[in-house]
């Protein structure tokens, strides 16, 4: 299974720490991934994982669109990034699952309401620190959303 990841925020903050921590914690259980990320040097340091595929530096949704490959399942991390996960389960029905909180799931902003109604899930963002644990549980709704949405497609 290869997973799709995007990551559009370009405030500096601890949610670049926790994003790398999972990307490296599910390469780290065996997880393909190809990442798209909005800076430069968040790129770079995910570009040292292995099983990780570091595509250009995007800045806007449409662009993350354009440039994420075929990938079984797309994990979206914030709500711009959502807007690419939108397109892509709308023109080339890949799944996506967005990880939010609760107030950014009840957002009156039309787009908005369309990411989250859209996505296969939505993952509750709780703040902590990424572990083999949270991992674990990142891969198995992973693999859970794409065999759900295999059957439903048939």
């Known amino acids: 299974m290869k997973i799709g990841q995007i990551f559009l925020d370009l405030s500096a903050s601890s949610s670049d720490e926790r994003f790398i921590e999972l990307v490296a914690a599910l390469a780290e259980q065996g997880v393909e991934q190809h990442v798209l990320v909005a800076g430069a040097r968040l790129a770079r340091r995910l570009a040292d994982i292995p099983k990780v595929w570091v595509g250009p530096v995007v800045l806007t949704p449409v662009m993350a669109y354009c440039l994420m490959p075929d990938v079984d399942l797309v994990h979206v991390h914030e709500i711009r990034s959502g807007q690419a996960g939108l397109l892509l389960t709308l023109t080339r029905s890949i799944p996506f699952v967005i ?52 059957r439903g497609l048939r």
Do not use: C, M
């Open 99 to 150: 990880t939010a909180s609760r107030d950014q799931a009840r957002q009156r902003n039309p787009i908005s309401r369309s990411v989250f109604r859209r996505a296969a899930r939505t993952i509750a963002s709780n703040g902590s620190t990424p572990s083999a644990a949270l991992a674990e549980k990142h891969r198995r709704i992973y693999a859970e959303t794409v065999t759900a949405w295999r």
